[in-house]
């Protein structure tokens, strides 16, 4: 009987609304959810159901917008997708958002609107865009009342600015520059356009008018996750809508393998003296999956990189000028492991640190579905110094933090890597990996100190004349010239029976480990050869260039066709997509037209072929004893016990080294001098750096110790006194680098091979009472390293260069040029790697116009010790005694001579 009852009721319900008339569904429009439709569209039966339908699709607790009575008001004009564009001509509001206008329905050209509606017809079309109109207008009354676009988990996800979060920034804007990026063109005018137009999308998508309308992987659930997500969390909060769990995305599926994901990694790659736009470094990012059913190779791992879109503009003072200028665009590339071997650890040549970010979960497969989307629609301008991958990957990041988690960038005027490091640690978000990936150079140096331990390990365990010629072999493997190396490796095999056969029985074994030790170290100083010779060989290859025959696009053709390629995840699964740089150069070095090389450039590609063929001859003997008489040595034993060494020597480094970076440094000071008049007095000051990392300083978010780099690094000393103190004298070096990197050991044949060099440009001003108290200094110098430590942590230097400088007073403006020698030694203490003492000074005979040569010295003895670590700070102390000079040598003693004492404490 109950059951007969419901039948009835549900046909009498249901009986009525079939046979409601258009007024009665206008009119329930109005009273049930405010929505009022007045002539001429209170009389379009087409536009009233397609307007219940729109409504029909939004959860029932949003069908009633707040704000009060909603009017749709239809005009006959024609519009592109039937809306307004906020135009005089077309208004999408009146002024207090009380009617929403809609007008004749046209088909729109923008791109990004139409992506994935190219298979419905027009009719179709017309009905989809009036059902996104009618959610349109209702999510902006809500957004208007409970302001969600101003969730700041919904404004990272596309890096919206209110006005004035950068100095520049006047008005509100995304950091994504790609109008693929949004909904629709509209939805890139603000953060609450941005969540209106994609409601559109999420609630009316184009497969809700046809089932096949839209493949399974390019349906918006499956393209935009996080925007899903953050709009159904920011709903599910308020009560209004519990999203349903997401559908299979068999490709995001396949490629995030989410349930085998291990961790993400940041990456950081060392900076480099050769090339200035790799002078601070370069951040990526490494997704790690456990090892699944099927067996990932490791040169197969994903790499995510933010990277400059360049084509194939590789150096130069265009390119570093465009970089600047914000002349490139900047995206995401999943690359692999194996591209960045080969074009950073191989051809570059740089070392890349570790560091394993402290994710939960969740946190890391919503970063999972950040690098997906990115990919595909994320698009950022690129300015070297603001717009890089640090800031990029902050971005990216930020956007997947959970439970108001949010990294701050370190700085607004410019972004480095080391700085973004600490800004992670801030955060307790980073922890360092003690195992590097290494450059093929790095690893060579390491394995040169390695053969040379074995080689005196051998020394006490073979017979004299076989250790004799090892020390040959080891002199003729150390020779600049790869035709002698080859025809050393060539001799290997029967001196190596020899070397065997030359110990007692006993030690028979050990002498076989050290000596297959000893040879695969020996190899891998060659394969760095091949490396720095590919590097060298591309070089001279791209200045052959007389014509290329394969297009060459620019980068702007290149963003255009990438950003083609990721619209249809169908297209893209057929095709890998990638930004090899060096892959670009080599398919247009095959076809191109060549000019007939140098005498220098057909020497270098001569040695190029003949430092491979060389390698080929080493690692084939190499193999051929590895099957004979290295056949009882286990070679994967001798690559664990290699390991342990390397992440042993790493780990100590790393829980020595201050944690953070040399960016934003800020130390006070207090001491006293000699004034002018004889008197002692006391003195405060100030040191603050944009960057300083000092010669032998390792910060575990540094750069190598081995050079040196300081840029706005000041220095400003005041004599206290009632009232305001007086300004003594200040010191600014705006670009400072010094590097004692060199040759590897077996290409130091020259004086010019023991070399390093550093350059400074500084502004000066000493005390009012001085003649000339203003000075702008530019000097470079050559450096002579006497001394060093394996890791630089102690080190002399002799400097021999040139200054050239603008003195001015009050009345009088001077130019001074001038010689300048120099001695740097730092010697380090126990504890931290920022214990030490170093030794500072300098001579400069300078000419100065109008006054004839003067002589300048100064001296310097500091003495850095850290006190300790708490958390992730540390306080450093440091005393210092200077001494200046300026006068003439045939007048000694007199002159100028200012001896000064401070201690300075630095908060790390």
């Not at 502004?763 to 450096?783: D, I």
Request: glycine share 6%.
């Amino acid at each position: 009987m109950r059951l007969l009852v419901a039948l009835v009721t549900g046909l009498v319900v249901a009986q009525p609304a079939a046979a409601r008339t258009l007024a009665e569904r206008v009119r329930t429009l109005e009273t049930e959810h405010g929505l009022v439709l007045r002539a001429p569209a209170s009389e379009d039966a087409a536009l009233v159901t397609e307007v219940e339908a729109g409504l029909a699709a939004l959860p029932p607790a949003l069908r009633r917008p707040p704000g009060g009575p909603l009017e749709l008001v239809l005009h006959p004009e024609p519009a592109p997708l039937g809306m307004g564009n906020d135009s005089e001509r077309r208004p999408d509001w009146n002024e207090d958002r009380r009617q929403f206008h809609l007008y004749d329905f046209v088909p729109t050209q923008e791109r990004r609107a139409t992506l994935r509606t190219a298979r419905l017809t027009e009719a179709e079309l017309e009905r989809l865009w009036r059902r996104r109109a009618v959610v349109h207008a209702v999510m902006q009354r809500w957004d208007d009342a409970r302001h969600w676009s101003r969730d700041p988990g919904w404004r990272r996800l596309s890096g919206w600015l209110a006005p004035f979060d950068r100095p520049l920034t006047l008005s509100e804007q995304s950091l994504l520059s790609y109008a693929g990026a949004f909904s629709r063109a509209r939805g890139q005018k603000s953060a609450s356009l941005d969540l209106v137009t994609f409601a559109e999308e999420l609630f009316v998508p184009a497969e809700s008018l046809r089932e096949e309308a839209v493949p399974v992987d390019d349906r918006v659930s499956c393209q935009e996750l996080s925007k899903t997500r953050a709009l159904g969390d920011l709903l599910a909060a308020q009560r209004l809508w519990t999203p349903p769990p997401r559908a299979p995305c068999p490709a995001f599926d396949t490629w995030a393998n989410a349930g085998e994901l291990s961790h993400f990694e940041l990456l950081m790659v060392a900076s480099t003296g050769r090339q200035p736009e790799s002078l601070f470094g370069h951040l990526l990012m490494r997704p790690v999956w456990h090892e699944g059913a099927i067996p990932r190779g490791p040169g197969f791992e994903a790499v995510v990189q933010p990277v400059a879109l360049t084509g194939v503009e590789t150096g130069g003072p265009r390119y570093i000028a465009k970089g600047l200028a914000g002349g490139f665009s900047l995206g995401f590339l999943t690359s692999t492991m194996g591209d960045l071997a080969h074009e950073t650890l191989e051809l570059e040549q740089r070392t890349i640190r570790r560091f394993r970010l402290r994710l939960t979960p969740s946190e890391q497969v919503r970063l999972l579905e950040r690098v997906w989307e990115m990919e595909r629609r994320g698009y950022l301008p690129y300015y070297f110094l603001t717009d890089n991958c640090a800031s990029a990957l902050l971005f990216l990041i930020n956007g997947a933090l959970e439970e108001g988690r949010r990294v701050r960038a370190p700085g607004s005027l410019w972004v480095l890597p080391g700085a973004m490091l600490d800004a992670f640690t801030r955060l307790e978000l980073l922890e360092h990996i003690p195992d590097d990936f290494e450059s093929t150079g790095e690893r060579a140096l390491r394995a040169h100190e390695s053969r040379e331990e074995a080689l005196e390990a051998l020394a006490t365990r073979v017979g004299p004349e076989a250790h004799t010629k090892l020390r040959l072999l080891h002199r003729r493997l150390q020779s600049p010239e790869p035709e002698k190396r080859r025809e050393a490796w060539s001799r290997v095999p029967a001196l190596a029976e020899a070397v065997l056969a030359s110990p007692p029985e006993p030690e028979r074994e050990s002498v076989r480990t050290l000596l297959h030790a000893y040879l695969a170290w020996s190899v891998r100083v060659e394969r760095s050869e091949v490396d720095r010779a590919e590097d060298e060989r591309l070089k001279v290859e791209r200045e052959l260039l007389v014509k290329i025959h394969t297009a060459v696009s620019t980068p702007e053709d290149d963003v255009r066709e990438r950003q083609l390629l990721f619209e249809r995840e169908d297209v893209l699964q057929r095709k890998l997509a990638t930004l090899d740089r060096i892959a670009l150069l080599q398919q247009a070095l095959a076809t191109a037209d060549k000019r007939e090389p140098t005498e220098e450039e057909a020497r270098i590609l001569a040695r190029a072929e003949a430092i491979e063929a060389t390698f080929i001859t080493a690692t084939e003997v190499q193999g051929g004893l590895q099957t004979g008489l290295f056949s009882e040595v286990d070679p994967l034993a001798f690559l664990e016990r290699d390991r342990t060494r390397k992440t042993r020597v790493e780990r100590e480094l790393s829980s020595r080294a201050p944690r953070s970076s040399g960016a934003a440094r800020t130390a006070v000071m207090v001491g006293m001098d000699l004034g002018p008049s004889g008197r002692v007095r006391p003195v405060v000051g100030l040191r603050t750096a944009g960057l300083s990392q000092a010669l032998g300083e390792s910060y575990l978010h540094g750069y190598r110790p081995s050079s040196e780099l300081r840029v706005l690094d000041g220095e400003i000393r005041l004599e206290p006194r009632r009232g305001l103190p007086r300004v003594l004298d200040s010191r600014l070096t705006l670009l400072g680098y010094r590097t004692l990197l060199r040759e590897p050991p077996w290409h130091r044949s020259t004086l010019l091979d023991e070399l390093g060099w550093g350059m400074e440009a500084l502004l000066e001003s000493r005390e009012q009472g001085q003649t000339l108290p203003h000075r702008a200094t530019a000097q470079a110098e050559a450096l002579l390293v006497v001394d060093e430590g394996p890791h630089f942590e102690h080190y002399a230097a002799l400097g021999l260069g040139a200054r050239a400088a603008l003195r001015w007073g009050r009345d009088e403006l001077a130019p001074a040029v001038g010689p300048r020698l120099s001695f740097s030694q730092r010697v380090d203490l126990p504890g931290s790697l920022a214990n030490a003492v170093r030794l500072e000074a300098a001579w400069s005979p300078t000419y100065t116009l109008h006054r004839g040569l003067r002589h300048e010295a100064e001296a310097s003895l500091r003495m850095d010790l850290l006190l300790g670590q708490w958390g992730r700070r540390g306080v450093r102390l440091s005393p210092r005694a200077q001494v200046r000079w300026e006068g003439q040598l045939d007048a000694l003693p007199s002159g100028q001579f200012e001896p000064r004492l401070d201690l300075a404490l630095e908060l790390m």
